[in-house]
Nanobody
């Protein structure tokens, strides 16, 4: 599966952004999807994951209540709605895919898209 993330940008603290990730290739609903991020000088970290059907999702504690992951299997797209953004959310955000949801919540992915930069100013 090929993944293409978009929607990043520069936003002030407290603002919102919605990231999108378009997928092509094998049946999209067969993949659990996730978003991960990497800030400068830090290791990549898990942000959120969603099951193939979209019925189940899981979040890193620091984004719970602020970020929402969703998917539209008819459009082969997964989204990350980010609200109440903080400067510490600044990072390159990546979407990724895996065959099993249990691996997705562990941050273990087989397929990666190119990242999209999110910068939150204070």
């Amino acid at each position: 599966v090929q993944l293409q993330a978009s929607g990043g940008g520069l936003v002030q603290a407290g603002g919102s952004l919605r990231l999108s990730c378009a997928a092509s290739g094998r049946t999209f609903s067969g993949y659990a999807m996730g978003w991960l991020r990497q800030a400068p000088g830090k290791e990549r970290e898990f942000v959120a994951a969603i099951s193939g059907s979209g019925s189940t999702s899981y979040y890193q504690d620091s984004v719970k209540g602020r970020f929402t992951i969703s998917r539209d299997n008819g459009k082969n797209t997964v989204y990350l709605q980010m609200n109440s953004l903080k400067p510490e959310d600044t990072a390159v955000y990546y979407c990724a895919a895996t065959d099993y949801y249990v691996r997705a919540v562990k941050g273990e992915y087989n397929y990666w898209g190119r990242g999209t930069q999110v910068t939150v100013s204070s």
